[in-house]
């Protein structure tokens, strides 16, 4: 026999979770009781519940998915804007909540961390809107309950909530008699032939296809299906941002990052000049070109997580790899050529130079520093944008949340990835605004020997808010903490190496030091001009304001519907 708890553990273990994150509570410490003593599972604390939702996030981007516990009422309610980020962006996170005894709750009882009126399905009620899947255990429904939950969040990509009330944990069931492996969605055949016989009528016609690759090509490991596409058909392939990390961007196929009327060439030709385009995993919204794209929906493939489409036709149950090995069949030869970006070296800093720091020599200086293998996390605002003015080096993971957008996202982001992948240097780029919401996650990277590169850029507040409407507005300006002084307050006796640099000269000396993992956490402070911004977001900040303030939008009417490509919001 085993308990419940211990049962959960071992289906999260089958997954490949091997570290969960989260907060102790009075309703979760059975559990965690049962995680401390659980082989091959190892408990990571967090600063607080926000902060293990991101650092899960982070995880399960490299791992494939991750587990965060937090206790009933305030400590789950606290993980909420976590686990929509990863609702939003189709991350997979486990959200286990220890909850009271199942008497307490059959009795109605007013009990603490909760509204004192008996009702304890209402914080279900809120994880059912952020989360694809969810029960509250018992010993009669743990063995069926548990893989039905793990199966659909993994299926989906997205998260899933699992109540564990303080007494079911240690109750006895009988242990399942295999492991649960990650599961393959099922395929219709009648719906994929349909599929097939009408993407082959698109794409007999086609001379100049090309394909668009999203954040779900990640997901679902479709790296090897689509450059097998790519090669032996010769077509050009461009990233959507939410989906960087994905091609090595060296590659000859490689054309560039596309997010509609915004995009440089060559990848807006590439891509909006295809007469056949195949969007991989791809989601439209409207800082990523949504109203911008000069984009046919006839001639659009889409592959999401359960569907394909031509156009506006709809294939329901064929899923991404499936697609794509029948795609890769029917789909022609190009010999039409394209253009490719060639990226020549930037300019090297001078180190004797006095001139203050400005973004456009920021970030071309950042992109020679990142290093084969990299993990990168540009936070929400202004490093999101600067990323997008260099290439990548190949092997480099990219978390990356633009589509949720919540700022404070990437330091405990960071974080988890550094608990996932302890030998890969983490290359953390955050402002100051966003560093002030979450920055207490910088102890727990001391707490753990992390030994990250923290890039803090100081502009003195808001400034992707100033870009879209509040450009001289008091209310995004904040205050001007010292921040390469932060890891020496969250560890007495830590080394670290810190820096405060305002030149060109002093980043230059400081990035000279740089060339494989620190030795210690590295923490750098970046002064930067209040209205200095990288190239895009001047323009983006403009198109902002149209649409939020008066429902305006860069090209009326848009070429693609409102709600992006057919099928996408289900990825």
């Not at 410490?29 to 519940?49: H, K, R, T, Y």
């Not at 998260?159 to 008699?177: E, F, K, W």
Request: glycine content about 10%; proline content about 8%; some cysteine.
């Amino acid at each position: 026999m085993t308990t419940v708890g211990e049962l959960l553990l071992s289906r999260l273990h089958d997954l490949g979770i091997r570290h969960i994150f989260g907060l102790p509570g009075d309703y979760n410490m059975e559990f965690l009781d049962q995680i401390e003593a659980f082989p091959g599972i190892e408990w990571v604390g967090s600063c607080n519940e926000l902060n293990a939702s991101y650092s899960a996030d982070g995880y399960a981007r490299l791992v494939g998915i991750a587990a965060i516990v937090t206790t009933f009422g305030p400590g789950e309610l606290s993980a909420v804007n976590g686990l929509a980020g990863a609702m939003a962006e189709s991350v997979p996170i486990v959200s286990i909540v220890g909850g009271p005894t199942v008497k307490v709750m059959e009795q109605h009882t007013a009990m603490h961390h909760s509204i004192g009126d008996g009702d304890f399905d209402r914080w279900i009620r809120v994880g059912r809107e952020v989360t694809v899947a969810q029960t509250s255990l018992t010993a009669d429904n743990a063995g069926t309950e548990i893989d039905r939950v793990l199966r659909e969040g993994w299926l989906a990509q997205r998260p899933v909530y699992i109540r564990l009330p303080g007494d079911v944990a240690r109750q006895q069931v009988t242990p399942p008699s295999s492991p649960l492996v990650r599961p393959e969605p099922l395929v219709d055949q009648t719906q994929l032939d349909a599929f097939i016989g009408i993407a082959r009528r698109l794409l007999a016609k086609a001379t100049r296809p090309a394909l668009l690759v999203g954040n779900l090509a990640i997901r679902y490991d479709l790296h090897d299906l689509v450059n097998s596409l790519l090669v032996d058909r010769n077509w050009p392939v461009a990233t959507q941002s939410m989906g960087r990390g994905f091609m090595d961007e060296s590659s000859p196929h490689f054309v560039g990052i596309y997010n509609g009327g915004d995009s440089l060439e060559p990848a807006r030709t590439a891509i909006e000049g295809a007469d056949a385009l195949i969007c991989v995993g791809t989601k439209f919204f409207d800082w990523d070109g949504l109203f911008t794209a000069d984009l046919d929906l006839s001639l659009i493939i889409g592959l999401n997580n359960t569907s394909a489409t031509v156009g506006d036709t709809v294939f329901p149950s064929v899923p991404p790899a499936a697609a794509l090995r029948a795609l890769y069949e029917i789909a022609p030869v190009r010999e039409a050529p394209w253009d490719v970006t060639i990226v020549p070296p930037p300019a090297p800093l001078d180190p004797t130079s006095t001139e203050p720091l400005r973004q456009a020599r920021l970030w071309p200086a950042v992109g020679a520093i990142l290093r084969p293998g990299d993990v990168l996390v540009p936070e929400t605002g202004t490093p999101s944008f600067g990323v997008t003015n260099f290439h990548l080096q190949p092997g480099t993971d990219v978390l990356i949340a633009p589509l949720w957008g919540s700022i404070g996202y990437a330091t405990p982001a960071a974080f988890g990835a550094g608990v996932a992948n302890a030998d890969r240097r983490v290359v953390l780029i955050t402002g100051d605004g966003s560093l002030q919401l979450t920055a207490q996650e910088i102890s727990r990277m001391l707490a753990t020997g992390q030994r990250p590169i923290i890039m803090v850029l100081n502009n003195g507040g808001y400034t992707v808010e100033r870009a879209v409407d509040g450009r001289h507005q008091p209310y995004n300006n904040i205050d001007d903490w010292r921040y390469a002084e932060l890891p020496a307050v969250f560890a007495r006796k830590a080394s670290i190496d810190s820096y405060v640099v305002a030149t060109e000269g002093e980043l230059a000396r400081v990035f000279e030091g740089l060339s494989g993992k620190p030795e210690r956490l590295t923490i750098i402070e970046v002064k930067l001009g209040m209205e200095d911004m990288p190239i895009g977001m001047p323009v983006w900040g403009r198109e902002t304001t149209a649409l939020d303030y008066q429902s305006q939008v860069a090209s009326e009417p848009p070429r693609l519907p409102w709600g992006g490509l057919p099928q996408q919001t289900s990825s």
